[in-house]
């Protein structure tokens, strides 16, 4: 499961449908093996998701694809569809989400053929590959951790199209039906939206909007099967945080990795070197927690948090300098506020003084310790006086908390 607590916003403005959805939250991070794993509990070794990468009209894009391995019921009424959910050993979650989406195309069915929503046969979104879009895009939007989804306007086409009742107008009239309340437009020629895709939109949205704010995470673009000419025949998806929340800063927000790794046969006189190897490669801190293991041998957990890009290198860098034999890794949100240094006169030399600041204000002040220990070394004194002076020299200069923050110095 990835972070929690995450908002997304889905452009539909070039048309929607269940696998464009899919290859879209595919794209922006989610794992095809969590959906895969989502979609055997419905209909076990009846599908398999795959996920190729294509070209829409110059566009990259992820192209969701439902190969069928076992025979199809062309036909599914609604209640046979709840019952198959409901059985299935979901994520709570997912099957609230997979449920809610087949009830609102049920009854936007019922609707339009006039008959009750339990006897409503769904034919083309019955079928196998339409089970696996709806619960795959519920356990993909789960796993990416998104509790809040929001989408734009939705283009749905004109023209005419083929379905098992016969040529009808686009938008057919399920589409029709499903986007009472929404913000739709034609937006070009043919089928743009599909009962599915729109099912997923007005089910699973709050509202019908554009871009809300937000800091932005990851984005995913999913592909249609059409290439259509000056028209990308996709569905973008934007994931993130709110930043409407109070206190929200969207820079200080980061993705990092924690890797850690528990270590009780290796010489105490290495470990230093192994600390200062991993900061020289890349992590943000890393750090010891004493230990009692199995047989009541003293030990070490050694933990690293690096940024995602870095995690490799450090990777390597614990196996390589410890003498573990595993690293466990687990995905975190890092909140950081931003830094700069800014020199200070302190006793005839100079001293860097590290300020944290956020929305422009110092929230804290420190000299950097190896220099002053340099200074110290550099002077013949004590570090402690030489610390004193630098801690001085900061408040000299106004590098206190709440101060406006100095403009023009070095930044991180």
């Known amino acids: 499961m990835k972070a929690s607590g995450r908002v997304a916003w889905i452009d539909a403005t070039s048309g929607i449908a269940g696998d464009?959805?899919?290859?879209?939250?595919?794209?922006?991070?989610?794992?095809?093996?969590?959906?895969?794993?989502?979609?055997?509990?419905?209909?076990?070794?009846?599908?398999?998701?795959?996920?190729?990468?294509?070209?829409?009209?110059?566009?990259?894009?992820?192209?969701?694809?439902?190969?069928?391995?076992?025979?199809d019921q062309p036909h599914r009424t609604w209640r046979t569809i709840r019952g198959l959910l409901s059985s299935a050993e979901l994520a709570a979650p997912v099957r609230a989400a997979a449920l809610a989406v087949f009830e609102r195309l049920a009854r936007a069915e019922a609707r339009v053929h006039g008959v009750p929503a339990d006897e409503v046969h769904f034919h083309e979104v019955g079928a196998w590959d339409s089970i696996a879009d709806v619960v795959g895009v519920c356990a993909a939007l789960h796993d990416l951790g998104v509790t809040r989804l929001t989408a734009g306007a939705v283009a749905v086409g004109s023209g005419r199209v083929?379905?098992?009742h016969g040529e009808i107008p686009v938008p057919v009239p399920a589409v029709l039906e499903l986007a009472a309340g929404r913000e739709i437009f034609g937006g070009g020629s043919g089928e743009l939206a599909t009962p599915t895709g729109m099912a997923l939109v007005t089910a699973l949205t709050e509202v019908s909007a554009g871009l809300p704010r937000m800091c932005v995470e990851a984005s995913g673009v999913g592909a249609g099967t059409k290439d259509?000419?000056?028209?990308p025949n996709v569905v973008r998806v934007v994931v993130g945080t709110d930043a409407r929340e109070p206190g929200h800063h969207c820079a200080d927000i980061a993705q990092a990795v924690v890797l850690e790794a528990n270590v009780d046969d290796l010489d105490p006189r290495v470990w230093p070197g192994v600390l200062a190897s991993l900061l020289a490669a890349g992590a943000s801190?890393?750090?010891?927690?004493?230990i009692l293991m199995k047989k009541g041998r003293p030990a070490h957990t050694l933990r690293v948090l690096a940024p995602t890009e870095r995690a490799g290198?450090?990777?390597?860098?614990?196996?390589?300098?410890?003498?573990?034999?595993?690293?466990?890794?687990?995905?975190?949100?890092?909140?950081?506020?931003?830094?700069?240094?800014?020199?200070?006169?302190?006793?005839?030399?100079?001293?860097?003084?590290?300020?944290?600041?956020?929305?422009?204000?110092?929230?804290?002040?420190?000299?950097?310790?190896?220099?002053?220990?340099?200074?110290?070394?550099?002077?013949?004194?004590?570090?402690?006086?030489?610390?004193?002076a630098a801690v001085a020299g900061a408040v000299a200069a106004g590098l206190v908390s709440g101060a406006t923050v100095p403009q023009g110095q070095t930044r991180q």
């Not at 922006?28 to 996920?51: E, H, Y």
């Open 313 to 388: 290198a450090v990777r390597e860098l614990v196996l390589r300098e410890t003498s573990t034999i595993g690293v466990r890794e687990s995905e975190v949100l890092k909140t950081a506020l931003q830094r700069m240094w800014v020199p200070v006169p302190v006793l005839g030399g100079t001293v860097p003084v590290k300020v944290a600041h956020r929305g422009g204000l110092v929230m804290q002040a420190t000299p950097e310790f190896d220099d002053v220990a340099a200074l110290a070394a550099e002077l013949a004194l004590p570090v402690r006086t030489v610390l004193d």
């Open 162 to 164: 083929r379905t098992a």
């Open 20 to 71: 464009m959805l899919l290859g879209a939250l595919l794209d922006a991070g989610a794992s095809l093996d969590v959906a895969q794993a989502a979609v055997d509990a419905v209909a076990p070794s009846s599908v398999r998701l795959t996920r190729t990468e294509v070209v829409r009209c110059g566009m990259r894009a992820v192209k969701a694809g439902v190969e069928v391995l076992a025979e």
């Open 228 to 231: 259509t000419p000056r028209r």
């Open 285 to 290: 801190d890393a750090w010891l927690v004493p």
